[in-house]
């Protein structure tokens, strides 16, 4: 009747109003999970494909240093109307506080489309930033964080996170410097793996950081410190002999999957060399005793 107010919505007619959203990412998650649990090759690559056309091209929905910004001037979306984004967001936070960068190693639309260059360009294309030269370099992206916060308190002009964050492409709409920049960006990590996001990303640097508290971390053998197998198998540069660099460790699998390989680690390698040995001894005295 005119006059009367207009009641709010419930929490059940909010969620069933966004359930198709909320339903989408738990899908997506899912595979996230699945995939980084079974430390499978082929569901990592369907998880950068789905991220690319999911929360990139079909959500434009990245984790920003804006969102960064938000969080420590508490000024977040309102929860009944973003549910999915607060999912989206707590898990990126709660996965990286359990794992590490989870999200820049699998779910980051735009990690995950130069994850997939990197699947297509041949290997022999590719320079490899030294170590010594890499573990320089890497904090730039820190600097990055720290000057776009600060321009952020400064100004509150937090549309400038386009010159920052290549992430605004995933939208079509951009100007033509920018393009321009996203262009060149795109094909010098054709040659350098994953340039952006080891070097440049405010939000990776920030997640950096929350990555330090991860509480499951990569198990490392003793022999890591002298065999430097991983170390060299790491394109994100996060690995120092038996140390793993968590804040640049994106859990990309590669180490873990070297780390359990019987027939490529050396800490497999000697301990069946060992038992073979053994067992040869055990069976020498008998074998002499035979007349
Ligand atoms: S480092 Fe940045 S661009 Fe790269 S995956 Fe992480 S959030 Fe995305
Ligand atoms: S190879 Fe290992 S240390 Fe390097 S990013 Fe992948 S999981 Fe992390």
Redesign the pocket.
Known sequence: MWGEEELPPTWAELIRAQSGDLLLFVAFAALVLIGFRRKSIPIKIATLVASVLYLGLYKSE???VVNVFGLLTWNLPILQYSLGWYLFATFTLVSTVLWG?L???R??????L?QLIDQVVPRRWRYQIPLRIERRVNYI?YGILAATLSYFFATKDIAAFRYV???WMFTGRGTTPLWIAVGVLLVASVFVS?L???LL?????F??IVSNLAVFRIKRWSECKTCRICEKACEWGAIDGARIIQSEC?RCDVCEQLYANEKKCPHHIILIRKADIMARRSVAPTAQAVP
């Open positions: 990245l984790i920003s960068r999200y820049c190693g779910m980051c639309a735009f990690g995950a130069t992206k964050e290549p992430f994953n952006y996001c080891r990303c405010p939000t990776g640097a997640l950096g994106v």
